[in-house]
């Protein structure tokens, strides 16, 4: 299971990732089937060719319920880039001490976090600091304020982005009101397509880069991110940023009950 990249290193794919992405509790309903699918080929694919390990990466929901049918079939699991278990759903670490042979984290506190769970654990550090470099300077004030530049990077996954273009198309629309020389560009995830993309932020003044995300935020004064990796990065890079998130209202509002129950 992998993304277009994968492939074009000589990985066969028999799932793609970016199709089992799934934003809030409700978007299971219509990819049920293809999650479904994902699933049972990939374990047609465990079966005929007997693996001597299997990696899982991230997607825990998905993830953890293959490690089970992994395990039962004696196939060592290693699982890298740790579900947020200390986070929230805790319960999770369970399951993962009875189905990971060995867990890859890549913050230093998760190591700590899954030896007191009593889960073989290694520290291997965190990938983006082998390509994310520190900008070098910052514009001076007087060349912000006549021409600002902006990165957005409304999320990589297309869930995220049917939750996030109206938001978005309004805060441009609002800032350009204000600010008509302003440049924007907006990273095109490797998980979603160009086409998709112009198609959600139909604004022509828009620039689309198919290039490293880190790029537009070394371009610009400021950032405006969906929250997720995007957020590390401008961090490791050194761009300000706003931070917004939004899911569908159902999914807010179990949220919001159930946060105010465990108060």
């Not at 319960?91 to 890549?106: A, E, G, I, P, S």
């Not at 902006?150 to 978005?168: I, M």
């Not at 204000?178 to 959600?200: F, G, H, I, N, Q």
């Not at 957020?231 to 105010?260: D, Q, W």
Request: glycine share 6%; proline share 5%.
């Amino acid at each position: 299971m992998g993304s277009r990249e994968l492939a074009a290193e000589g990985m066969d794919i028999r799932a793609n990732a970016s199709n089992l992405n799934i934003v809030g509790l409700f978007d299971w309903i219509g990819k049920a089937g293809g999650v479904l699918r994902a699933y049972r080929d990939l374990i047609k694919a465990v079966d005929k060719r007997k693996p001597d390990c299997a990696v899982l990466m991230d997607l825990p929901d998905f993830n953890l319920f293959l490690a089970r049918q992994l395990k039962r079939r004696g196939i060592p699991v290693v699982y890298y880039i740790s579900p947020q278990v200390w986070a929230w759903r805790k319960n999770r670490v369970h399951k993962l001490r009875r189905c990971v042979d060995k867990m890859l984290v890549v913050f230093p506190f998760e190591k700590a976090f899954y030896e007191r769970a009593g889960v073989p654990v290694e520290f291997v550090g965190h990938p983006l600091l082998d390509r994310v470099r520190v900008r070098g300077s910052y514009r001076p004030q007087h060349e912000v304020v006549a021409a600002p530049r902006l990165a957005v990077l409304p999320g990589s996954r297309r869930g995220e982005l049917k939750y996030h273009r109206e938001l978005v198309n309004k805060l441009l629309k609002r800032l350009w009101a204000e600010y008509p020389t302003m440049e924007v560009r907006m990273p095109v995830a490797s998980t979603v397509d160009l086409a998709c993309m112009k198609a959600l932020f139909p604004d022509k003044r828009i620039l689309f880069q198919e290039a490293a995300a880190t790029e537009a935020m070394e371009w610009a004064d400021l950032a405006v991110i969906a929250s997720g990796t995007a957020t590390l990065e401008a961090a490791l890079v050194g761009t300000p940023s706003l931070l917004f998130y939004r899911v569908g209202k159902a999914t807010a509002f179990i949220y919001h009950n159930v946060a105010r129950y465990r108060g």
